[in-house]
């Protein structure tokens, strides 16, 4: 069983940064995958990023590519999302997310975990 604690999220002028942090409990060996989704009223959860534990590889939608950064710390057990050049596009519930495969990372139905989400907002 794995637990996800979301830390960060809040409220940014566009063009500004926010970092989100989610810490895993549990076992995060072999194949563990982490991955942050994003959600607004009324639409379905989209993919944001992905990260693999074991080689670090990682996964970006279009939409976020060149301003987004997915990292993690392995002795931690924590994943990161550094958002940068914020778009109020970008505001929406993000969730974080884990899975114990490396197939599949950009769907949400491949992951196991969620966190219980947290708001960002960019303003205009």
Same mark, same amino acid.
Request: hydrophobic share 35%.
């Given at each position: 069983?794995v ?32 991955g ?17 534990f ?25 994943? #990161?999302l ?10 929406a519930? #993000? #969730?974080?997310?884990?899975? #114990?495969?490396?197939?599949? +990372? ?15 907002? +960019?303003?205009?």
């Amino acid at each position: 069983q794995v637990q996800l604690v979301e830390f960060g999220g809040g409220l940014v002028q566009a063009g500004g940064s926010l970092r989100l942090s989610c810490a895993a409990s549990g076992r995060t060996a072999g194949s563990f995958t982490m991955g942050w989704f994003r959600q607004t009223p009324g639409q379905e959860r989209e993919f944001v990023a992905a990260i693999t534990f074991s080689l670090g590889r990682t996964n970006y939608a279009d939409s976020v590519k060149g301003r987004f950064t997915i990292s993690k710390d392995n002795a931690k057990n924590t994943v #990161y999302l550094q958002m940068n050049s914020l778009k109020p596009e970008d505001t929406a519930v #993000y #969730y974080c997310a884990a899975t #114990y495969t490396t197939l599949g +990372v950009r769907v949400g139905a491949s992951y196991d975990y969620w966190g219980q989400g947290t708001q960002v907002t +960019v303003s205009s």
